[in-house]
């Protein structure tokens, strides 16, 4: 069983600052991307920030140069630090790894559960 637990939503002005992290824990073989999404009321589902197995990191334009994906291969864990938000940024933020639980294996995807930011003007 492999499950991603996140943390570090909540309510924020716009300017403010959240942090979010995502642990990955269970049985498994090694992890390649890791990334952020999220989710608006009403919207699609869209990348905001991924660091790949090789230690490349995108940011989608909308958040390039307010926010910040660091990761921590040792303790499997990824993190997103948000500066500057606005209203634009509420939404629900997902964890997603891709994660073989074998060595023999092929990669799949794993999300967290979601957790909410909310950015008020």
């Known amino acids: 069983q492999v499950e991603l637990v996140e943390s570090g939503g909540g309510l924020v002005q716009a300017g403010g600052s959240l942090r979010l992290s995502c642990a990955a824990s269970?049985?498994?073989?090694?992890?390649?991307?890791m990334g952020w999404y999220r989710q608006a009321a009403g919207k699609e589902r869209e990348s905001v920030a991924l660091?790949?197995?090789?230690?490349?990191?995108n940011y989608t334009d909308s958040v390039k140069g307010r926010f910040t994906i660091s990761r921590d291969n040792a303790k499997n864990t990824v993190d997103l630090q948000m500066n500057s938000l606005k209203p634009e940024d509420t939404a629900v933020y997902y964890c997603?790894?891709?994660?073989?639980?074998?060595?023999?294996?092929?990669?799949?995807?794993?999300w967290g559960q979601g957790t909410q930011v909310t950015v008020s003007s």
């Open positions: 269970g049985s498994f073989f090694s992890i390649n991307n």
């Open positions: 997603n790894a891709r994660i073989r639980r074998r060595s023999w294996g092929m990669f799949r995807d794993y």
């Open positions: 660091s790949t197995g090789s230690g490349v990191t």
